[in-house]
């Protein structure tokens, strides 16, 4: 560098040296997982770019989880309180990113009563009302379906924490609450409906000859 006026000039006697580089980047997966169920391991990868060296920092709900300089966090076998907002922050010589990522913990729904309103059996006459209920514990929203099995036949057959059927050839089967959540799905036991008709004697029974006290009598 030269500088002078009127009366004469001077250089600087050590030369500027000028390095160019890439600010970092970084940046979560989108098809990354964001629901982790109870006890399961949570991964978490940080992809980044820009000059290198890059230095990674892992925080959790703004507190520092540690510094070790590597683009993946591990963590075996969360816990509730390992849920909320993640981040990476990644650094260079030329500026500094970070990505967020919000983690849920939960578990599947868990189906706490199943079955009929009505007193359990399984043959039932034709046109009667039966009530099915359903109930699970759930973290956050859960979903209740109902379906029927009749042989190799899967149908649904509705919706929430109850199911009113009407018994019919058409509706007999094995039924089954499905209960699902952000974390995963339970399925109840099955329940099997039998449907059918009463017997029936078209004709009154008639005496074939005599009745003697005594002896046997044939009915036809």
């Given amino acids: 560098c030269r500088v002078e006026n009127d009366f004469g000039y001077c250089l600087s006697e050590h030369p500027l040296q000028l390095v160019c580089g890439d600010a970092p980047t970084c940046k979560f997966d989108d098809q990354q997982k964001r629901n982790i169920r109870t006890g399961h391991n949570l991964y978490l990868h940080c992809t980044a770019g820009g000059s290198k060296p890059l230095k990674y920092t892992w925080l959790h709900d703004g507190k520092v989880l540690h510094d070790k300089n590597e683009p993946d966090l591990e963590i075996i076998q969360v816990k509730p309180d390992d849920a909320g907002k993640y981040e990476c922050r990644v650094?260079?010589?030329?500026?500094?990113?970070?990505?967020?990522?919000?983690?849920?913990?939960?578990?599947?729904?868990?189906?706490?009563?199943?079955?009929?309103?009505?007193?359990?059996?399984?043959?039932?006459?034709?046109?009667?009302?039966?009530?099915?209920?359903?109930?699970?514990?759930?973290?956050?929203?859960?979903?209740?379906?109902?379906?029927?099995?009749?042989?190799?036949?899967?149908?649904?057959?509705?919706?929430g924490k109850n199911l009113r059927v009407t018994t019919r050839k058409n509706t007999q089967g094995k039924y089954t609450c499905q209960v699902e959540n952000e974390f995963g799905a339970t399925t109840s036991s099955s329940k099997e409906i039998k449907v059918g008709d009463k017997p029936t004697v078209e004709d009154r029974p008639k005496i074939a000859g005599k009745v003697i006290p005594g002896e046997r009598v044939q009915l036809t």
């Avoid at 030329?94 to 967020?100: P, Q």
């Avoid at 939960?106 to 309103?117: N, V």
């Fill in 91 to 159: 650094e260079n010589d030329f500026d500094k990113d970070s990505s967020t990522i919000k983690i849920k913990v939960g578990e599947p729904p868990q189906i706490k009563s199943f079955g009929l309103e009505e007193p359990e059996k399984v043959h039932y006459e034709s046109g009667v009302t039966l009530n099915f209920y359903c109930e699970a514990t759930s973290t956050g929203k859960a979903t209740y379906t109902w379906q029927r099995f009749r042989g190799n036949v899967n149908t649904e057959v509705g919706r």
